[in-house]
């Protein structure tokens, strides 16, 4: 359910960013769009680490014992950190909008942050 939640807040950003005009009169620096970049795809790969670091071992744990307290704690932590840090990505874009970016500018973070919350659908251990 959080993670149908977030998907669908997606598309409401991009309905507020349509309804919403940037504040920011000034185009966007490209110091602060690097910037940002950089944090999207430091966001993704912590995602990425912690879907490792946390869905496979507790994945494993449940195929053995499927009723494991604690595996089944990691796999809900490891789901549902990797949909924030994925969601951030688009939070990402949508301050990038909020400072007055382009929507070629926009579009990466929204197309990337989307991805990788469909890539990391949860499956059910």
Avoid at 95 to 123: C, E, N, T, Y
Wanted: charged share 15%; with cysteine; glycine share 8%.
């Amino acid at each position: 359910m959080v993670h149908g939640a977030l998907m669908i807040s997606i598309v409401l950003y991009i309905l507020v960013m349509g309804m919403v005009p940037a504040q920011n009169t000034e185009p966007l620096k490209p110091s602060m769009l690097w910037a940002l970049d950089i944090c999207a795809a430091i966001t993704l790969a912590l995602g990425q680490v912690v879907r490792s670091m946390r869905l496979r071992p507790a994945f494993e744990t449940l195929r053995r014992t499927p009723d494991d307290p604690g595996a089944l704690v990691r796999w809900r932590q490891g789901v549902l950190i990797s949909d924030v840090l994925g969601e951030a990505t688009v939070l990402y874009g949508f301050a990038v909008h909020a400072l007055g970016g382009s929507d070629r500018q926009i579009a990466p973070f929204f197309i990337a942050g989307s991805a990788a919350m469909i890539l990391w659908w949860p499956k059910k251990p």
